[in-house]
C-alpha cells in the first residue's frame, strides 16, 4: 500500500478525514467539528510534532558526531601514510648503504669456497 493510499484512506473516530489533492503529493485535511474534539486532536498533532522535531534533532546530532569521526580517522591514516612513506624511505636508505657491505662479503665467501675447493681437490689427488 502507498503512502498516497494510507493517506487517503485516513479517517479519526474523532472526525479527521484525508483525501489526495490532485496528483501532487499534499494532503487535505478536512476536520467535522460535530464527530470530535477539536482540541485533543490539535494536542494529538504538536505531540506527533514534537516527537518528529526530536527525531530530527538527534538524526542531525548523529550525523555531525559521525562527520567528526570520519574526519578524525581520515587524518590519522593520513598521518600512518606519511609515517610509513617516511619509514620506507629510511628503510631503502639503510639498504642501499649496507646493501654494497652484503654483496662484497657473499662475494668473498664464493671465492674462498672456491679456493677451498680447489685445495681440497689438490690434497684429495695425491
Not at 499534499?26 to 474534539?37: A, K, N, S, W
Not at 504538536?46 to 538527534?58: I, P
Not at 674462498?112 to 690434497?123: E, H, P
Request: proline share 1%; aromatic share 8%; charged share 20%.
Amino acid at each position: 500500500m502507498s503512502s498516497r493510499g494510507a493517506a487517503s484512506s485516513y479517517r479519526s473516530s474523532d472526525g479527521l478525514s484525508t483525501r489526495q489533492v490532485g496528483t501532487s503529493d499534499e494532503i487535505q485535511l478536512r476536520i467535522d467539528p460535530m464527530h470530535g474534539d477539536l482540541d485533543n486532536e490539535i494536542m494529538g498533532l504538536r505531540s506527533q510534532v514534537r516527537q518528529l522535531k526530536y527525531v530530527a534533532q538527534e538524526i542531525q546530532s548523529e550525523a555531525k558526531y559521525q562527520n567528526e569521526f570520519m574526519n578524525q580517522l581520515q587524518m590519522t591514516l593520513i598521518k600512518a601514510q606519511a609515517s610509513l612513506k617516511n619509514n620506507m624511505r629510511r628503510l631503502n636508505r639503510s639498504m642501499v648503504r649496507s646493501g654494497s657491505n652484503h654483496i662484497m662479503h657473499v662475494v668473498l665467501f664464493a671465492l674462498f669456497c672456491c679456493f677451498l675447493v680447489y685445495v681440497w681437490s689438490k690434497f684429495s689427488r695425491r
